[in-house]
């Protein structure tokens, strides 16, 4: 089980935030991903292997942990930033996702 | 460049089964499992299994175990997700998705299942 925190969060554009995800069991640190998700819209990966960004992302998203603990990090947000992201583990059967954590406008 | 074409939407009755196609393209089928996660309305993504294109290995999430079939046809690079027994539960945007690393980011468009009565 992956558990996400917070579950909402109120932000402004300029803003740093960190996400968190905690696993119920150790996750080898190489099948640990994170995705971004917009209404309407298939999740979009940001990072795979915990800390690696995926083709495209910007370097103000970035990954970091190991075992249970593994965070997300958006330097700085932009306008484009604010969607629902999801932690994901490939490292183990089943695979599971996150449940979420919504970032919104203040 | 990659590409996963998922079949379109579908509405089901209470009951009845519905088959999902995936199509790649733009890579080696066999060199890459495929993921299937479904989305219901609202909520979150749920993963529900996966499948080795390579030699059709499969493993499937506990909760869709016996209702959940997936397959794979090499020879047209296609995935397939075939979900029997449909409930109003079911109702949701089902996703194939390339497995995994760096290759996660590459997802089928998604297909609505609509079950009603």
């Known amino acids: 089980v992956l558990t996400q925190s917070p579950g909402t969060l109120s932000l402004s554009p300029g803003e740093r935030v960190t996400l968190s995800c905690r696993a119920s069991?150790?996750?080898?640190?190489?099948?640990f991903a994170w995705y971004q998700q917009k209404p309407g819209q298939a999740p979009r990966l940001l990072i795979y292997?915990?800390?690696n960004r995926a083709t495209g992302i910007p370097d103000r998203f970035s990954g970091s942990g190991s075992g249970t603990d593994f965070t997300l990090t958006n330097s700085r947000l932009e306008p484009e930033d604010f969607a629902v992201y999801y932690c994901?583990?490939?490292?183990?059967?089943?695979?599971?996702f996150g449940q979420g954590t919504k970032l919104e406008i203040k | 460049q990659v590409q996963l074409l998922q079949s379109g939407a579908e509405v089901k009755k209470l009951g009845a089964s519905v088959k999902v196609s995936c199509k790649a393209s733009?890579?080696?089928?066999?060199?890459?499992?495929i993921s299937w996660v479904r989305q219901a309305p609202g909520q979150g993504l749920e993963w529900m299994g996966w499948?080795?294109?390579?030699?059709?290995?499969?493993k499937y999430a506990q909760k869709f175990q016996g209702r959940v079939a997936l397959t794979t046809d090499a020879s047209t690079s296609t995935a397939y997700m075939d979900l029997r027994s449909l409930s109003s539960d079911d109702t949701a945007i089902y996703y194939c998705?390339?497995?995994?690393?760096?290759?996660?980011?590459?997802w089928g468009q998604g297909t609505l299942i609509t079950v009603s009565s």
């Open positions: 069991q150790s996750v080898g640190i190489s099948y």
């Open positions: 733009g890579y080696t089928f066999t060199d890459f499992s």
């Open positions: 499948i080795s294109a390579y030699n059709s290995n499969t």
């Open positions: 998705a390339r497995c995994c690393g760096p290759y996660g980011g590459d």
């Open positions: 292997g915990a800390s």
């Open positions: 994901h583990q490939y490292g183990r059967f089943p695979y599971t």
